[in-house]
């Protein structure tokens, strides 16, 4: 009984340690905890036939207990619950020696006195009341006179003083335990369907009610079913469930020493480190230390006890990377005209207003050693600006950074800075919040951009689950703060000696586009880059784009194809790096409907780009959809529309009749006819893109 885990084993997860006892032994208590962490301990039995009504409060700040204004009727088996919205403590129902009881009460610890309020419709023990985060309670479950284990939930309403029934629980349940978690929503687990005497069937049931569309939803079972377990939340907002009675096929009370936590995100419920003994019917709270305290219950021979454990996990492994700290609000850079932004943001084109993810780039730059650009200057978030505006490939669209130049600049730095542990920080991508990869990341140095809604940050650390971050604009120290500790996305640079080729596409977001290579395999990720969001104006954005990559890309043909569920106009680069991360750059603009397909082949070559090539795939048929498609979106008038179609068909006919010169004059004419029009009867991309066909088709001949 008084074995205390933390000093045998201080990494057990969680370890226990026993503290002051409370000033008297019981079971089948109500145990919560106030808003400033003290521990209200109300009710029980003492396990030689007295049923109790008093209320005592532990303080974990000096480990000491206090008696306050008991409840005149005393009783065990009762709801008992805190209502964090008006500060007050609730008990609800229970029994007393052969009474059932319905009756409510509401305890103010300021003025230390109980008051009767609204009674449930049914009088009811074993059942769970607890708070939710709507200013109501809730009583769920329990046995009837009958001993019938019932799925009653009676919703009160502390404003009007009145009960309402809600939807039932799915599964008729009595000593259960349940706990509101951070969403608001409340878990119901355990507990067992008859109250009969003698050995009876445990539930590993979990269900959740949600109060806002008043519906519950089955979860994943406890993996020992349990009932009168103690729930709690631990410092990580986890729900731990905690000792009960799993019974037996010969006995019907069998306290026990299981800990089992709950896993969010995964719906998995993982055993943790067990109780120093087996306990039935305690009670359980969160005090304000973010540690759990189980009080009191019942041990094997069913005798009460007055134990007070606390448990806690381990101070939480902490990581944390020396990453510079550069904000784009500094006065040194903020003012600076951001990429191109005076032609998309001509109102707000600054630094300072979309600087987010190349402040960010610049830190991690920084944190490699790379501090000087090429020319020596000294590299921030201004002078990057600056060298990315001069690149072909310094930013993409509307003001992403594009982090393949930044992979280049890092190799084109190496030198100036002294760099001689690495040849290049290469790009990769995560498009999930990998956390398992951020944790491993940080842990060989490489600090992260992450991708939030509209903005970026670096992860420079972790705390136990907690990620560290360097926020750019924000005063933000943590994922949690704001981030949820969560993100879209994430961008590595990884001190490397590979080579630094890629395929990289660009297009409109609404355009679809499939790259296979010369087997006719799909190869690369694609996907579309969220709009970023105008720092201190929210409802501004810049536009999201469709962005491909392809990594390492064999010396081989690749082709792309283009498609649209409408008729549309669209932007498509193609950018080919080889080895060394030197680019080159094709701007195709294109026009294609739902019925058409653009194609283009890619000759590359990784170990210059110079001769890597990407070429449109052009024919009659598609130059002819070209013309069909401008008309449709009035980039081109109907009467030169058709005198094209006219000289085109001239052309394919003069084709078909292996007249080369003919067909080739032809499409010269059609040039002609074209380049005079230019911002009149054919505007852009269709001038663009008809005159690049043309070429492209008289090529072919």
Known sequence: MLANTCSVNPANDPCWELKTPMPISRRDLGVDADSNGKVYAFGGHDGNGNFLGILQVYDPQNDSWITKSPLSLARNAMGFTYSPSNGRFYVAGGFNNGTLLRDFYEYDPISDHWTEKAQMSIARFGLSLVAGNNNKLYAIGGSTSDATCITTIEEYDLNSNSW???????????????????????????????????????????????????????????????????????????????????????????????????????????VKSPLPVGLDASGGATGIDGKVYIVGGQTLNLAAVSTNYVGFTPQPPSLILDVPIFKQ??????????????????????????????????????????????????????????????????????????????????????????????????????????????????????????????????ATGYEGDIFKINDPYFDKNTLNDGYSNTFLSLTSFVPSETNLSYIMLTVNPDINLVVKDLDGNIVGESFIQQPLTEESNPSLTNSPIRIFYLPKPENQEYTIEISSSENKAYDLNILLYDQNGNVNKISQPGLISENQNDGYVIKFNKENSNNSKAVKQVSFQTLLDDINEGRKLKLISPFVAENLIKLLKDAQKNMDKNKKLAAKLELTLMEEVIKPLKNTLVKEPAYSVLLNDLKLLKGSL
């Not at 039932?168 to 507990?191: E, L, W």
């Not at 049931?205 to 993996?223: H, L, Q, R």
């Not at 349990?226 to 000792?243: D, H, Q």
């Not at 790379?370 to 590299?379: A, D, Q, V």
Request: charged letters at 20%.
């Open 329 to 458: 609000t500094d006065q040194s850079w903020k003012n600076q005209t951001y990429d191109n932004a005076q032609k998309w943001s001509p109102s707000s084109k600054t630094i300072e207003k979309w600087g987010c993810a190349l402040t960010s780039a610049t830190m991690v730059l920084n944190f490699h050693g790379i501090n000087k650009l090429p020319n020596g200057t000294s590299l921030n978030p201004g002078t990057l600006n600056t060298w990315l505006k001069n690149q072909k490939d310094g930013y993409v669209g509307t003001g992403w950074v594009n982090w393949l130049a930044i992979s280049r600049l890092s190799k084109l730095s190496k030198t100036i800075n002294n760099i001689v542990d690495f040849d290049a920080l290469e790009f990769v991508r995560f498009g999930s919040a990998n956390k398992n990869q951020l944790k491993t990341d940080l842990e060989h140095s490489i600090p992260d951009i992450l991708e939030e809604p509209g903005h970026f940050v670096v």
């Open 164 to 270: 309402s029934t809600k939807t039932p629980i799915p599964t008729g349940r009595c000593m259960s335990s349940a706990i509101t978690t951070s969403d608001g929503k409340i878990y119901v687990v355990g507990g067992h369907t008859s109250t009969s005497i003698g050995p009876r069937t445990e539930l590993n049931t979990v269900e959740t009610y949600n109060p806002e569309n008043d519906s519950w939803t089955i979860k994943s079972p406890i993996i020992y079913a349990r009932s009168n377990i103690t729930l709690v939340l631990n410092r990580n907002k986890n729900i731990y469930a905690i000792g009960g009675n799993i019974a037996g096929p010969d006995i019907a009370v069998l306290p026990s020493d299981i800990v089992e936590e709950y896993d969010f995100q995964n719906n998995t419920w993982v």
